[in-house]
């Protein structure tokens, strides 16, 4: 069965840092993966997704992501971090083959802080 | 824009109430998913629906049942509410693709007291 792990739970950085949020994904497939964001009272929203097309995927709020196969990681990160993107990050995988297409696989999510 | 609404951002009910938590899409989406959230422990899928009044179990079903009558509403029903399905409850959609992502809704906090 597919998991996703994400290693550490708050994360904590000063404004202007680089953002470094961690996911390792185990599946004998390379499945698709996400990264979401949900600020406080709210749903998740999508920040990027890897579907194999390129290996280094941009997504919103200048958030990029690497998918290492060899490490079985898609961590996600940012240069520099911004007060508005303290939030809880959640890394997720879906499966590529089999069925229920579209069910995906929740890591634990991630608390970042940003201080000034 | 695509939504995904929920019919209560907060709700408030006893031990032993029947509660309904509704969701609605408006993007035509095969699947629809509710979740539960508590700290820590991420999203945990409760049920999944791929297609109007076809269902299949999630990680944590047990108190909990669904129904699909139409493709755009999917309803959440907790037949006999209890303290700890206090959580905040999270609605989401999909088209049921493999890359597909889901869209979610501000979700419902309960707290049943």
């Known amino acids: 069965a597919q998991s996703v792990t994400q290693l550490g739970s708050h994360v904590s950085v000063s404004e202007g840092a680089l953002v470094l949020l961690r996911c390792n994904y185990s599946?004998?497939?390379?499945?698709?993966l996400f990264w979401y964001v949900q600020y406080p009272n709210q749903g998740l929203q999508l920040l990027l997704k890897?579907?194999?097309?390129?290996?280094l995927v941009k997504g919103i709020n200048g958030f990029e992501a690497e998918f290492k196969k060899s490490e079985t990681s898609f961590h996600l990160t940012k240069p520099s971090a911004h007060m508005s993107d303290a939030a809880e990050y959640f890394c997720a995988g879906g499966r590529a083959g089999g069925t229920s297409y579209g069910k995906l696989t929740f890591g634990q999510g991630t608390i970042l802080t940003v201080h000034p | 824009d695509v939504k995904v609404t929920q019919s209560s951002r907060y709700l408030v009910k006893r031990t032993g109430e029947k509660v309904f938590l509704e969701c609605v899409q408006d993007?035509?989406?095969?699947?629809m998913f509710w979740y539960r959230q508590d700290p820590g422990l991420g999203l945990r899928l409760i049920y999944f629906s791929y297609d109007v009044k076809m269902k299949e179990k999630g990680d944590i079903p047990e108190g909990y049942s669904v129904s699909r009558e139409k493709k755009e509403r999917f309803s959440l029903i907790l037949e006999s509410a209890s303290t700890n399905q206090t959580s905040m409850y999270l609605c989401?959609?999909?088209?049921?693709?493999?890359?597909?992502?889901?869209?979610f809704g501000p979700g419902t906090r309960l707290t049943v007291t």
């Open positions: 599946s004998s497939v390379p499945p698709y």
């Open positions: 993007m035509d989406h095969e699947n």
């Open positions: 989401a959609s999909s088209l049921s693709t493999p890359s597909a992502e889901q869209y």
């Open positions: 890897y579907t194999s097309a390129a290996t």
